[in-house]
């Protein structure tokens, strides 16, 4: 049997699995707003029902055996000790009992219980209503009253000098807040009708006592209310009920809760038997990386609406964190393109464009005003400083890499000195006690806080874009691209494409590799500052050391070499790495809770394409 | 006398002179915030814990692969040994030599596919060895948080912390089951009588070479006045008291210098020869029929089993570690030591890996102290030396590209005439 008969074998089999799951996910996922669905959450809500007062039950079996041990140990003369311990066996002794009987639900008459149970919901439903339009009534009335305390709260602050921390949204106390006749009215309706379920409870487990019921109550009331939540979180949470002990649903209940994650796996199985069959032709087209990373971020896509986290918000945050970093990734096409290879110098301009931003804070220009100051501080502080840097690189062609990487490490590790003792006076800047600038600058609404973020944002559901982000990315990009076309971009790239060549055909090496790094610095600082803006804080300190290596492998991941890229590899790179690591972290958190592999998997990533890029500039060294 | 061309000397030797210059400087100022005999008891402690791994760096220099920044990979291959050492509740120099004992399969095994790895990437070697570093870091975390303690698990106490994931960030030696000073508390003496030992030693050998006729009277000579004039130093109070603090772990020296013997003992087998031959010329040692690949992953091998090996002493000094940082800084501080004592890129002995690495370490000690007196502040200090660090690799990789480039122009200069 051939290669290309078994692929595709194995990718017909793929798509006739999917094709079955399809159908049945199809057909199971609009009941779930039918009629099966909501018999099938009366019966699991019965059923928990049950299962919750069982346990409760146990409980009361218990406390009788505890309080019986301790009586017999106590007559026959046992200090406390001996009677706690006797206490403690029995309590062992009961739990063990009853550890292991799975009581069969469908055995019981719920005939007493059920149109209780109906009612009971009913009556609490009407009461929860009625709190919770009392509560907002109240909420409404005392807003202003609320906002006047916080406004005059932070005045008092700001007087005094201290410390004032975002705005916060204004909370009304609600201690205040007393229940109307009403709600009391509803609640002595629900009471009664708790009754009649008590007593249905009680005629199916006699054992059951006053006790027992009241420290049930509000467990069963958690159960029997539905306040309008839909079928998934009903089944989930009845099946999460109960001490943990699931309740046993019928395979239609479980077909209808899973029935959009069989329609994704359907999705998921098509995507695999189409990467299968066309696998060489991908692999050629895209190459290896792109398609590991490609087939990452796909899988991360299906196993986010697996966990049912929420696709588009996360899809939104990959979108912000491209636009984000987009800029800085761009800075590395005129260094590549001019024959300086992957300017991991960058930190350089990244540099420049934090002294920047650190100015229009010192001088106080707010929002628009202040980004554009920056960026021009920035880029002059970046034009002279990337002048110097292409003059140190034209004297050491052909191993800039290395150099580039530990020129950027020093100039980061200089700055942190610089940090210490620069003479900014902003107390927004300094360290109130102790010397030099803070770690992290956070920026507000007097800065230029989110000013492309918010500019012309809309939502499209709970996807928002970033409408002045991206626009001002394509902008760089579209001028970016114009340069290129320009005569000194042709001129550039033939440069960096090989530069034996060009020097033969009369263009000045020397002159390229100079623009192409001051480019490069340029947009760098012009990067950091599009970062800062978004994320809301300025990183100082040794926090730019490793961006050179993100955007680095940013476009080397869109399909750029050491020496020829295209601005569709910063776009996709960019999207690709920081869709992986954005949809990486809350997937990685479900799989293991609390971990901090979204890092690891960002260390790995980024590194490991830069080497993969490294053994395709081939075995020698270009110079 | 031979002319001596000071200009040259001046400038080939240009970063060891300026950090000289640079830690005078530093030491004048720190000597008000903390006594000259305790820099120099901290300077013994760095030395011995730090000297190997430096010299680890020598056999890929000299086979043209530049500085091994990738020996970080076998700092971790030693920590691997050393958490199962302690797991396993070896403690004690038995458990020193397990370790080491592990780390020489694992480190040898990566040695191995870094070599493999760098050969794919001939004339960006450093580079990739730094970024192999990092790669490599991620690796090691994904072992260490999701591996370990949670796969395999593990059962000595401290190694993991319920509520964390993985293993425990720091990994303490200083308990019963670990190692601490297993190697410097084998015999430790006070400075003069180390230096009584170290120079009767070498007195003996000078005589015996004066006798078998090895070496020039003349040479020999001014050792002995040399020794004897230290000696002789030793004597004076003031001098004295400043070794007061110094006390010397023999062993741990010992295996310094067992590490120099085997250093240069190496270069004169027949696989040093091509290990020279290789960092000088890829193309002509090919063509002599040398097995270029083979020669350089066999370089790399032995640097990481070395850097294992140096990761070790280290440990064994500090007492714990950082188990998700104590190797990151390896490759920089280790690198930026031996640039500091005049070795280049494509050249460096034992003599250069030792000045530097006391260069390098004296700042390390001294720069905090001058930062606060200079500018009342420490932090300036941490920063200056992390730069310098930095700044050491910077240049010297400058120095040498340009050089390189400065060659390459001659030469053509040369064709065209």
Known sequence: ?623 | MRNVNWGKLLRENAVTIMFILMTALCLIFSVEQQPLNFVLYELFGRLSRNAFIVLALIIPIVAGMGINFAITIGAMAAQIAVLWVIEWGISGLPGMLLAALMTVPLAAFFGFLIGKLLNKMKGQEMIGGLILGYFANGLYQLLFLFIFGNLIPLNAPGLVIKGSTGVANTIDLSTERGFKYALDDLWKVDFGTAMYILFGVLAVITIIMLITKKMKPVRGGVYLGVMAAAVGLYQIPVVASLFSMVKVPMVTFMVVGVLCLFNTGLLRTRLGQQFRAVGQNRTVANASGINVDKVRVIAIMISTVLAGWGQLIFVQNMGSFQTYGAHEQVGLYAGAAILVGGAGIRKATNGQAILGCILFHLLFIVAPAAGKSLFGDAAIGEYFRVFISYGVIAAALVIHAWSGVQKKKTAKEALSE
């Open chain 1, 1 to 623: 049997m051939t290669k290309n008969k078994a692929r595709r074998i194995v990718a017909i089999v793929l798509v006739a699995a999917a094709i079955v799951m399809g159908i049945a996910g199809g057909i199971f996922l609009p009941q779930r707003n039918g009629e099966t669905a909501r018999a099938t959450t009366e019966e699991l809500r019965i059923r928990t029902l049950l299962d919750v007062t069982g346990d409760g039950l146990v409980e009361t079996y218990v406390k009788i055996a505890r309080d019986e041990a301790m009586k017999v140990t106590k007559e026959a003369g046992g200090n406390m000790a001996a009677r706690r311990e006797a206490a403690n066996k029995a309590e062992e002794e009961t739990r063990a009992l009853y550890a292991n009987t799975e009581t069969d639900y469908s055995t019981i008459d719920t005939s007493a219980l059920a149109p209780a149970v109906a009612e009971y919901a009913a009556r609490l439903e009407v009461y929860y209503n009625l709190t919770s339009d009392a509560e907002q009534a109240y909420i409404d009335a005392h807003m202003a009253e609320a906002e006047a305390e916080a406004e005059a709260a932070r005045e008092a602050k700001i007087a005094a000098g201290e410390e004032v921390g975002e705005e916060k949204p204004v909370t009304v106390d609600m201690s205040g807040f007393v229940a109307t006749p009403e709600m009391e009215a509803a609640l002595a309706d629900a009471d009664a009708a708790f009754e009649d379920v008590a007593a249905a409870l009680c005629g199916i487990y006699p054992a059951l006592d006053d006790d027992a019921l009241k420290t049930l109550k509000p467990t069963i009331t958690s159960v029997v209310l539905q306040q309008g939540e839909s079928f998934t979180d009903l089944y989930d949470r009845y099946m999460a009920a109960g001490s943990g002990k699931a309740v046993t649903a019928p395979t239609k209940a479980w077909l209808i809760r899973y029935a959009d994650d069989l329609l994704y796996g359907a999705m998921a199985l098509i995507v695999a038997a189409v990467i299968i069959l066309f696998y060489e032709t991908l692999s050629k087209k895209l190459g290896i990386p792109r398609i590991v990373l490609g087939v990452f971020f796909i899988l991360l896509c299906f196993l986010c609406l697996w966990f049912d986290l929420s696709l588009a918000t996360l899809l939104s945050n990959s979108l912000v964190r491209m636009g984000m970093n987009a800029v800085m990734v761009l800075a590395m096409v005129p260094g590549i393109q001019c024959g300086i290879s992957l300017n991991l110098g960058l930190p350089i301009g990244l540099v420049a464009g934090l002294i920047g931003g650190l100015c229009t804070i010192e001088w106080g220009i707010p929002g628009v005003w202040g980004f554009v100051v920056a960026i021009l501080v920035g880029c002059a502080i970046a034009a002279i400083a990337g002048w110097l840097y292409a003059q140190l690189l034209n004297r050491l062609k052909g191993e800039e890499m290395s150099v580039t990487t530990y020129v950027g490490f020093s100039i980061v590790s200089l700055m942190c000195i610089a940090w210490l003792v620069l003479p900014f006076q902003s107390l927004k800047l300094r360290w109130p006690m102790g010397t030099g600038l803070r770690n992290t600058i956070g920026l507000d609404s007097n800065n230029f806080k989110h000013v492309l973020d918010d500019f012309l944002a809309f939502d499209i559901g709970s996807f928002t874009v970033p409408t002045g982000l991206l626009l001002f990315m394509l902008l760089m990009c579209f001028l970016m691209w114009l340069f290129t076309r320009s005569k000194t971009g042709v001129a550039m790239s033939a440069v960096g494409n090989n530069p034996r060549f060009a020097e033969a055909t009369g263009i000045n090496v020397d002159k390229m590799r100079v623009i192409g790094t001051v480019l490069s610095t340029v947009l760098g600082a012009i990067g950091i500052l599009v970062y800062s803006q978004s994320y809301g804080f300025m990183q100082l300190y040794t926090a730019p050391r490793q961006m050179g290596f993100i955007a680095a492998s940013a476009i080397l991941i869109g399909g750029a070499s050491t020496s020829r890229c295209k601005i569709s590899h910063v776009l996709i790179g960019t999207f690709l790495f920081q869709g992986v690591l954005t949809l990486g972290m809350p997937v990685a958190n479900v799989l293991v809770p609390g971990s901090t592999i979204s890092e690891t998997l960002r260390i790995l990533i980024s590194n490991g394409i830069i080497l993969y890029a490294l053994t395709k500039s081939g075995g020698e060294s270009r110079a």
